[in-house]
């Protein structure tokens, strides 16, 4: 129930119905601090903040005559307010209240987003501690290299995972900023003191400059983030959906009772939930290039940006909060196969263990090209004849000039490669 409703709180955040209401909030403030300088008259904020009230469907019929949505909001809100509505947005431009107020959504919204990289990294690090003994074959442009564990490859995408979470704080800093600056952001016709008194209300800081609106440069950063933390939860699910390959099958996604795969194939078993995030994910990173191009505008505004915004803003942290919690849920159920894992490692016969000959033929005192030579040749005869790779160094007189037939035996040990696990967990965790 929690995650459920936290989801919906995201959608919630950008519904009209709460547009206004952050829109009242700022023209009702400005009001205050205008009361404070002795420009407005106590009593009309009075009036103004018991009766300033908006509806959604009037708003939209005087929208049709006006064309214009700040008018047709301010129209509605003085049918309720009455004489007393001349002081409300005095001084103020459009972008006054849409930048603000937005702003607060986005600051809203990244703390909804925070909470669900909480709940990645969580997860991310219960599964890690679970399988931190887990071996698995470490793979190399899609080939097998060395012995790692499956809690060493999730450690990695934990502690990716918290950079996202510190580009999202620095994010939510950088677009946590508020103007109410007037027409082109001179303060012509409204004070400095306004701003601030507004800002500080809203728990946002003035703009130090601005023009018409608050630059661009702050929305992109936040979509920015907001494209890097799907861009890893892409990563992560190619992933899964590598190892829940058929040939591989070294982990899948939870396969529930009753679920199925395909309309024309029973035994399918599909990581549809991975695939999902892969596809969403190209979604943010399309709205962050949006955001990057909104940067540039005309003069002090024009409102190329405003609407790709109305598009990218509610749409990018609505998926993000999506991704977070579904792939959560994918991480927390994921079915991981140690058994396979050991077989897979096996399948090789032994060549996993290459580069450790070659450093002990080294040591040896064979030269790094000469020693290269002797365990490739070995190697490939794997390759080409399905031969064990042990047996064949301990044959071959070339290597065992150099080697005994213990320290061959030493040689392959899967323990070797794992020795500082412990050391990257601490490094990841601790930290």
């Known amino acids: 129930m929690i995650e459920r409703y936290t989801r919906k709180m995201m959608g919630d955040l950008w519904t009209e119905e709460n547009k206004y209401r952050q829109w009242l909030k700022v023209e009702v403030l400005a009001c205050e601090a205008l009361a404070k300088l002795g420009e407005v008259p106590e009593e009309a904020v009075d009036t103004i903040r018991a009766k300033a009230a908006f509806s959604v469907d009037r708003i939209h019929e005087i929208e049709k005559k006006t064309k214009h949505d700040v008018i047709a909001f301010l129209t509605n809100v003085a049918e309720n307010v009455g004489a007393d509505s001349r002081y409300v947005h005095?001084?103020?431009?459009?972008?006054?209240?849409?930048?603000?107020s937005t702003a607060?959504?986005?600051?809203?919204?990244?703390?909804i987003i925070l909470k669900g990289i909480d709940a990645l990294l969580s997860a991310l690090k219960e599964k890690a501690f679970e399988h931190k003994d887990t071996v698995m074959i470490g793979r190399s442009h899609g080939i097998h290299a060395e012995p790692i564990t499956f809690g060493l490859k999730l450690a990695v995408w934990y502690d990716e995972m918290k950079r996202n979470r510190q580009r999202m704080e620095q994010a939510k800093e950088t677009v946590s900023v508020g103007m109410i600056s007037g027409a082109v952001g001179t303060f012509a016709n409204i004070s400095p003191e306004i701003e601030i008194y507004v800002c500080e209300k809203l728990g946002l800081k003035p703009a130090p400059a601005s023009t018409q609106v608050i630059q661009r440069d702050r929305h992109a950063e936040y979509l920015n983030a907001l494209a890097l933390i799907a861009s890893t939860i892409e990563k992560m699910a190619v992933e899964v959906r590598h190892l829940q390959r058929t040939e591989v099958r070294e982990a899948e996604e939870y396969f529930s009772k009753g679920q199925k795969g395909s309309s024309a194939m029973p035994h399918k078993r599909n990581p549809v939930a991975s695939e999902n995030m892969s596809g969403l994910a190209r979604l943010i990173r399309s709205n962050a290039q949006a955001a990057m191009n909104n940067i540039a505008l005309w003069h002090e505004r024009d409102i190329s940006h405003s609407s790709a915004e109305r598009v990218i803003l509610p749409d990018s942290t609505i998926l993000i909060d999506y991704m977070l919690h579904r792939f959560t849920g994918i991480i927390k159920n994921l079915v991981v196969y140690p058994d396979r894992m050991r077989q897979n490692l096996e399948i090789m016969k032994g060549l996993i263990f290459s580069q450790q000959v070659l450093l002990e033929l080294a040591r040896c005192g064979v030269t790094r090209e000469d020693a290269y030579k002797m365990v490739q040749r070995q190697a490939m005869r794997?390759?080409?004849?399905?031969?064990?790779?042990?047996?064949?160094?301990?044959e071959d007189p070339d290597i065992r000039k150099y080697l005994s037939e213990d320290k061959i035996i030493q040689i392959f040990d899967i323990a070797y490669h794992l020795k500082h696990v412990d050391t990257i967990f601490k490094r990841v965790f601790d930290s």
């Open 90 to 100: 005095l001084g103020m431009t459009s972008s006054d209240v849409l930048d603000t």
């Open 104 to 111: 607060i959504l986005l600051k809203e919204a990244a703390d």
């Open 382 to 394: 794997v390759w080409e004849e399905c031969l064990d790779f042990k047996s064949l160094l301990s």
